[in-house]
């Protein structure tokens, strides 16, 4: 028996969801599949590729700011039209990480986008400018 990878499990289950009103059915139907083929041990991965299938057809980019402190509101808008700038997206989902160890600035993660705006990244410019 072929044994199906979680991205196929993912992509029916989005197509299923699409073509019906009745979710929880389909989500029932679906559980009890994986469960009758012993696939129940993919569920997660089937979750994140589902996840994953549901914000590029959706036009959503999940976004990780690290920062020393929580960010406020005017922050969070910055950086999201940050990332609209970069990647024409029509929403944008911050995931927020508190580092007390980080001097200040911020790290912003998404997409194959690594910003790295901490003071400590711009002190290390700094002494590499001095070292040239």
């Known amino acids: 028996m072929i044994k199906l990878k979680p991205k196929i499990y993912a992509q029916a289950l989005y197509l299923a969801c699409q073509e019906t009103a009745e979710i929880d059915l389909t989500l029932h139907n679906f559980f009890k599949l994986l469960a009758k083929h012993n696939r129940l041990g993919l569920l997660k991965a089937v979750i ?28 969070k808008e910055a950086i999201v039209d940050l990332v609209k700038q970069i990647k024409p997206v029509k929403q944008v989902e911050i995931s927020e990480t508190i580092e007390p160890d980080m001097l200040g600035g911020v790290k912003i993660n998404f997409a194959d986008f690594r910003i790295d705006a901490t003071l400590k990244r711009k002190l290390q410019l700094i002494k590499n400018n001095f070292n040239k």
């Open 48 to 75: 994140k590729e589902f996840i994953e299938i549901y914000n590029k057809e959706k036009s959503i980019t999940d976004v990780y700011v690290s920062s020393a402190y929580a960010l406020d509101n005017k922050s």
